[in-house]
């Protein structure tokens, strides 16, 4: 598939991956401090990058090995786009997989986050910048989320 997808080696176990990707306090630490989190399938979470909103329909949770959402609301404020809600209906999927030393492999995709959408480009730039910060966030216990301050200063 040519849709984003990205595999990484984070030094954390599962269990605390898992709780980064299902978590108000975990999303928060990596993604964007500015955002509703459903904890439950059926749900939808709600996330906030200053003027860019997007909504998540909670698909699957399942603990420690798989979590999926399906874009049901999006606007990406970007002058350059005229499909600001590209991302309705795509699909944001994170496989998790228990390593040797307490390590966790992510395989993450975006479905349907492809080449030929208008945001290929910025989006993928940004799930590169957040997914670090996810791999920092489980290392550490500090990411480099979107800052609800830095909607305040734009």
Not at 7 to 18: N, R
């Amino acid at each position: 598939m040519n849709h984003y997808q990205r595999s990484l080696m984070l030094d954390a176990e599962p269990a605390t991956v898992y709780a980064a990707l299902t978590t108000p306090a975990g999303l928060r630490g990596w993604w964007t401090q500015d955002c509703d989190v459903a904890t439950a399938i059926g749900e939808t979470s709600r996330f906030r990058f200053g003027r860019h909103h997007k909504a998540m329909l909670v698909e699957q949770l399942d603990p420690n090995h798989d979590v999926r959402w399906l874009c049901t609301g999006a606007h990406i404020a970007a002058p350059e786009l005229t499909r600001p809600d590209e991302w309705v209906g795509t699909r944001i999927v994170f496989r998790l997989t228990a390593q040797e030393a307490g390590r966790t492999r992510v395989d993450f995709e975006h479905v349907g986050l492809v080449p030929e959408l208008e945001c290929f480009g910025m989006c993928s730039r940004g799930w590169n910048y957040f997914l670090e910060s996810l791999q920092a966030f489980v290392r550490t216990g500090h990411g480099t989320p979107y800052a609800i301050e830095q909607a305040v200063a734009a």
